[in-house]
């Protein structure tokens, strides 16, 4: 499966972004769904992530109530909706997927990954 993310941008404190993920190829292949993010410095950490039909949904801790993750499988896409950003949600923000239908918070236990795309928040 190949995944193609983008919708990263420059935003304010305060506002919103949604960030896409594409999945194409063998689809089949990305029943867990999840996006990572890379602060600049930083290790690669966990935000979210989607079962195969979105019903179930996992978040990182700190991001609870601001970001959302959905996927919509007729169009082989998931989302991460993020609202109240903050500066310290800049980074890199990836997707990735596995097989599995385990959600997993580990970035090893994801098989396949998109490029990445840049979210930058100013003050």
């Known amino acids: 499966v190949q995944l193609q993310a983008s919708g990263g941008g420059l935003v304010q404190a305060g506002g919103s972004l949604r960030l896409s993920c594409a999945a194409s190829?063998?689809?089949?292949?990305?029943?867990?769904v999840a996006w990572f993010r890379q602060p600049p410095g930083k290790e690669r950490e966990f935000v979210a992530a989607t079962n195969w039909d979105g019903h179930s949904t996992v978040y990182a801790d700190s991001l609870k109530g601001r970001f959302t993750i959905s996927r919509d499988n007729a169009k082989n896409m998931v989302y991460l909706q993020m609202n109240s950003l903050k500066p310290e949600d800049t980074a890199v923000y990836y997707c990735?997927?596995?097989?599995?239908?385990?959600?997993?918070?580990?970035?090893?236990?994801?098989?396949?990954w998109g490029q990445g795309t840049q979210v930058t928040v100013s003050s």
């Open positions: 190829g063998r689809t089949s292949s990305a029943n867990t």
């Open positions: 990735a997927a596995r097989a599995a239908t385990v959600i997993h918070r580990t970035a090893r236990s994801y098989n396949y």
